[in-house]
């Protein structure tokens, strides 16, 4: 049986500082600790005492994995994941990863190393099969579709949502659709189901100088809407968040051009614009329930699209 001295052979350090990893300790160094952590990974090691706490629910802590800080579309899910965890008695630790890959499978050498009891992903570079490989470390739930992957999700339809939207702005008349978007549809799974969902209904893709990328919140939108407002084809905007929307409203003449936003945030509801309501604070609270269930169980949300047509057209 492995032992923390030979975790501290192996990593040529004393037992304290072994102890000061396994014990969250704040005075190891990052690298120090990121190898002790891989040897702990290595030899499935898992500290007795630390063990028998997991058993019993004692350390109460979850982490959550989120890509960016302070964006509308991950903090609506860690909104419903602090409210479920508030009424259980669990604490909540933000973990942000800025879509790097080595930071998140750091962090689940830290669910390894049970620093977790569980770990909830909102967003993700790496591979849902370096995901499952840590499911025998703790309890593990993504807030996408997972496919044939035994991993527990909770998701929403988002095609199906960015198809009745494209719809709305076709029967309305409107082709030269400019779309405010995270990230490039090479790496983003939403983008690019964003465009798919404009072929869909258009027959075709967007021309690229319509789709402007690296709107995350409002200050992005701002950014957007300079850059829409230079293109006079232009006829209407959909947002990927009712706040960047607002943003690009700064620059951008609501009673000339339709813009639609998501996630029925507050500025959809003060600048009077439609929005699409993908119900994220309830992913949170599903995601966060489903770390409980002995099985691996799939939850799909309904989306509701709002329409606010007073002073949108």
């Not at 983003?188 to 404009?198: G, I, R, V």
């Amino acid at each position: 049986m492995t032992t923390i001295r030979d975790i501290a052979r192996l990593a040529d350090c004393s037992v304290t500082t072994v102890s000061r990893v396994l014990n969250r300790h704040p005075y190891v160094s990052e690298v120090k600790r990121k190898q002790i952590l891989e040897i702990i990974d290595e030899l499935d090691y898992v500290p007795s005492a630390q063990a028998r706490d997991l058993s019993y629910g004692l350390s109460k802590n979850i982490g959550v994995l989120i890509p960016y800080a302070n964006v509308p579309y991950y903090d609506k899910i860690i909104s419903g994941v602090l409210n479920a965890a508030f009424k259980e008695g669990y604490k909540i630790t933000l973990l942000p990863t800025n879509y790097e890959a080595e930071k998140e499978k750091y962090y689940l050498k830290q669910l390894a190393a049970k620093a977790f009891d569980g770990l909830i992903i909102t967003s993700k570079v790496i591979s849902f099969e370096t995901i499952q490989q840590h499911l025998k470390y703790g309890p593990i739930v993504c807030c996408e579709d997972t496919g044939d992957y035994p991993i527990s999700c909770v998701s929403f339809n988002r095609e199906e949502s960015y198809v009745e939207v494209f719809q709305h702005f076709k029967e309305s008349g409107l082709r030269h659709i400019g779309l405010a978007v995270g990230r490039h549809q090479s790496i983003s799974p939403s983008t690019a189901l964003m465009l798919n969902a404009h072929k869909k209904v258009f027959g075709h893709f967007p021309e690229d100088s319509l789709v402007i990328p690296d709107c995350r919140n409002y200050e992005g939108g701002v950014k957007a809407g300079k850059l829409f407002a230079q293109l006079p084809q232009l006829d209407g905007i959909f947002a990927n968040s009712d706040e960047v929307a607002a943003g690009i409203l700064q620059t951008v003449d609501l009673h000339s051009i339709k813009i639609i936003g998501e996630e029925n945030l507050l500025a959809g509801h003060l600048l009077h614009f439609s929005t699409v309501d993908h119900h994220l604070d309830r992913c949170g609270e599903e995601a966060f329930q489903l770390l409980f269930e002995p099985k691996n169980t799939r939850l799909s949300i309904p989306y509701r699209f709002i329409k606010r047509e007073k002073n949108n057209s």
